[in-house]
Nanobody, 117 residues
Framework: QVQLVESGGGLVQAGGSLRLSCAAS????????MGWFRQAPGKEREFVAG????????HYADPVKGRFTVSRDNAKKMVYLQMNSLKPEDTAAYYC??????????WGQGTQVTVSS
């Protein structure tokens, strides 16, 4: 089992940067593909970025490509989301999640990101 805790959210002006962190507990963290998701008020949760268990492969949603970078440190049991050139439409609660065999099985509580124009 994996427990996840996000941090690093906050209020930032458009064009600014934030780095989100996700701390994991559990001995099997390195087994899991990890993802970042976000949910804005009144909208469905959407995939933002994902990273393979080794960190060698990453995936990004089109709206964040070229601006966001996902990374992980298995020794520290951490996953990061570096967000640059932030836009007001990036405002959302951001969640990290650990993927089991076929679905994201474990979720954090989320951290709020607000981008002002």
């Amino acid at each position: 089992q994996v427990q996840l805790v996000e941090s690093g959210g906050g209020l930032v002006q458009a064009g600014g940067s934030l780095r989100l962190s996700c701390a994991a507990s559990g001995r099997t963290f390195s087994w899991y593909f990890m993802g970042w998701f976000r949910q804005a008020p009144g909208k469905e949760r959407e995939f933002v970025a994902g990273i393979s268990n080794s960190g060698s492969t990453t995936h990004y949603a089109d709206p964040v490509k070229g601006r966001f970078t996902v990374s992980r440190d298995n020794a520290k049991k951490m996953v990061y989301l570096q967000m640059n050139s932030l836009k007001p439409e990036d405002t959302a609660a951001y969640y990290c999640a650990a993927k089991g065999d076929s679905e994201y099985k474990y979720w954090g509580q989320g951290t709020q990101v607000t981008v002002s124009s």
